[in-house]
DNA sequence: TAAAATGCATGT
DNA sequence: CATGCATTTTAC
């Protein structure tokens, strides 16, 4: 007797594990590991995948036989299914959940298709591209030679990215081994496609979009699991893309929170692919123009190893940045109209169009939540007991006052005393406008003005000059850079009450940079912040690694993830009451909360916990709150409890 | 949406 | 306190 472990696609939590069922014999030359199938659960006819087929079962009851073999096509590889397995546990959520994720939806149409013929190998890619960093050539050298090697690189301004992605794969493809890279965007998606058309044969390369019509998303998902294509380009979710013989996982600027997966249980392309590395035993580069704090852990630790240029390299490569004084108008307020422009910025932009190139200004996005800052040196207010953010309290106090008060664990904020320079005061961080820049652009007269933001996003701009306004992520590259760039987006983004403001500000402000030509070649940025600003610092310092260990540093300090593991607990207070009185946690567990939480799309407004605990007890804390998960979805309790473990945005 | 377990009224 | 029927629970 053919016994069939099943996952079957239902969302119950206490029934996270696999179902046996026998195989009929009419069935029997279809069924596979890997298959979809149709199965009778409790009932009623569910959706199912066939994890492998035996002989033996430890249920002690009678088995059903499967009720329909759906394809015999394996669309879910044994390595994928392993991955899928610890990611559910990792985020404390179930098998089923992460399958949503990882398999797309089957089409008839696109598996009928003949199973294509593997290109032949190319031979491996110019070490050229690498030269520039000192441990560049032999790093690719080890990928093609199947050794697992395993980096953070800090691309230089200006680098042509996509190209060198695509010589990492050609390497990994060189020796016979996939590859898998994520970026975060179509846009980014575009120009490392066009890369590998470049470089690598067409039909080796599948690109895995979230946004193609369905018969060509899955399509592109056979030919990777058929092993025709062995390097697959992607967004978010090519994470889990069934790769064969994986021999190379990228993740190109991680900081990015399109990597966040919005769906449960909300794994990290960084965290994922770091697991894959982990278990397929392969390569791993955690690329970027800025660095995280979570790559800087992984460089500290000794997981990866800093694949970056030289300091003289670097300064021959980035542009002239030049930050406001700290007495500068616009520096205090980027609302500041045109007419309060400094001089610098003018001149600067001036020259640019004036040597016919363009000029980008980057702009906030509009919608920040204020938080608070020091009134006197602008550092984000943290809360004296568990180093929230503070922000405003929504509803104003009895004594008709507005309190300040913790985000996270809701205690007020009677008194603040800045750990930073002492100052008393706090006020609300400025949230900028677009329309500030669209002034700025008239005030170039002579000179086009292109916006490139929300709803539309240019992928690329015209060398000639121009004034290009963008905001922070769609800010179109040219062709031989920008003269100049105007980063006008510094306190709306320093200012937000967020764990990651200063990084997230780097990020931004680095990838704009990046766009601009070198010093050398007369490319200027002027930043509208305060030059003594430690983010501001790194910029003209061009030290994405030093602001990152400094985060890091700060985050072990005040015990933040990525040092610590971090679960995000949000439902109604009855439902968080009897989530709370069931949850049994590891010994050093930190309970903060409950903060109010304001009404998602598809929710009501609830309330929010956050549970923290040391970084080493994260795989028992993940448990612990899938056991939750599992009495109570076993108990029917009424209401569903979101959790999220090392939420982005906090 | 099928079978098993449980609840409950009814008649002796 | 057995019986028949309705409702709830299980989940292979």
């Keep these: 007797m053919r016994v069939a472990r099943v996952v079957v696609d239902v969302p ?19 069924v596979v590991a890997g298959c979809r199938v149709r199965v009778r659960f409790a009932g009623r006819l569910v959706d199912g995948v066939v994890l492998d087929v035996g002989t033996t079962t430890e249920h002690t009851g009678k088995l059903a036989p499967l009720a329909k073999v759906v394809s015999g096509e394996p669309v879910l590889t044994p390595e994928v299914a392993e991955l899928a397995r610890v990611v559910a546990d990792r985020y404390a959520g179930s098998l089923t959940d992460v399958l949503r994720l990882a398999l797309p939806p089957r089409r008839g149409a696109p598996e009928k298709r003949p199973v294509g013929e593997s290109p032949a190998l190319p031979g491996p890619p110019d070490p050229a591209g690498f030269a520039r960093y000192p ?21 230089l301004p200006g680098e042509d990215w996509p190209a060198r992605l695509v010589e990492l794969c050609r390497a990994a493809l060189s020796g016979g081994r996939g590859a898998l890279v994520v970026v975060p965007d179509g846009k980014d998606l575009d120009r490392l496609a066009a890369a590998a058309a470049l470089e690598l044969p067409k039909d080796a390369v599948a690109v895995l979009r979230a946004d193609s019509a369905p018969d060509t998303r899955y399509g592109r998902f056979l030919s990777v699991s058929r092993g025709t294509a062995q390097v697959v380009l992607g967004t978010r979710a090519a994470m889990f893309a069934p790769v064969r013989d994986l021999g190379l ?11 966040a997966e919005p769906r449960a249980p909300y794994p990290h392309t960084r965290d994922v692919l770091v697991q894959r590395a982990h278990l397929a035993g392969c390569s791993a580069v955690v690329a970027a123009t800025a660095r995280t704090a979570e790559a800087a852990l992984l460089v500290e630790s000794g997981w990866a190893h800093e694949l970056v240029a030289d300091r003289a390299v670097l300064r021959s490569a980035a542009p002239r940045v030049q930050a406001l004084g700290a007495d500068s108008e616009l520096a205090r307020d980027p609302a500041a109209r045109t007419a309060r422009l400094p001089s610098l910025a003018f001149r600067v932009a001036r020259e640019a169009l004036a040597a016919g190139a363009p000029v980008l200004v980057q702009v906030p996005r509009a919608g920040y939540a204020p938080g608070l800052v020091c009134d006197r040196c602008r550092a984000p207010a943290r809360c004296r007991h568990c180093a929230g953010p503070l922000g405003v309290a929504s509803a104003p106090s009895p004594g008709g006052q507005r309190v300040a008060a913790c985000r996270w664990c809701a205690r007020p904020a009677a008194t603040f005393d800045c750990p930073h320079c002492h100052g008393t005061k706090l006020r609300a961080s400025v949230v900028g406008s677009a329309r500030t820049a669209e002034e700025l652009g008239r005030a170039f007269p002579g000179a086009a003005v292109r916006g490139s933001g929300r709803g539309s996003v240019l992928a690329t701009g015209e060398a000639g000059p121009a004034v290009v306004v963008a905001t922070p992520g769609a800010e179109p590259v040219v062709e031989g850079g920008y003269g100049a760039a105007l980063l006008l987006d510094s306190w709306a983004l320093l200012g937000r009450p967020d764990l990651r403001a200063a990084e997230e500000t780097l990020r931004r402000w680095l990838n704009a940079a990046a766009l601009v030509r070198p010093a050398g070649a007369g490319g200027q940025v002027v930043l509208a912040a305060d030059a003594s600003h430690p983010v501001a610092q790194a910029l003209v310092r061009w030290d994405p690694a030093g602001l990152a260990a400094r985060e890091l540093a700060d985050r072990r300090e005040l015990g933040f993830p990525p040092v610590t593991r971090l679960a995000a607990l949000s439902a109604s207070p009855a439902g968080l009451a009897e989530f709370l009185e069931l949850l049994r946690l590891p010994p050093g567990a930190d309970v903060l909360g409950p903060v109010p939480e304001p009404p998602r799309p598809g929710h009501e407004a609830g ?25 109570r979805s076993a108990r029917k309790a009424p209401e569903h409890v979101r959790v999220q473990l090392d939420p982005t945005e906090l």
């Design 249 to 259: 996982v990228v993740v190109w600027d991680d900081g990015d929170d399109l990597h």
């Design 135 to 155: 441990t560049g050539p032999e790093f690719l050298e080890a990928i093609a030679l199947g050794r697992p090697v395993r980096a953070v690189w800090t691309a």
């Design 12 to 30: 119950l939590a206490h029934l996270d594990r696999p179902f046996d069922y026998t195989v009929p014999e009419e069935l029997a030359d279809d």
């Design 607 to 631: 309330e929010r916990y956050l549970v923290r605990v040391p970084r080493a007890d994260g795989v028992a804390l993940a448990r612990a709150l899938a056991d939750v998960q599992g009495v």
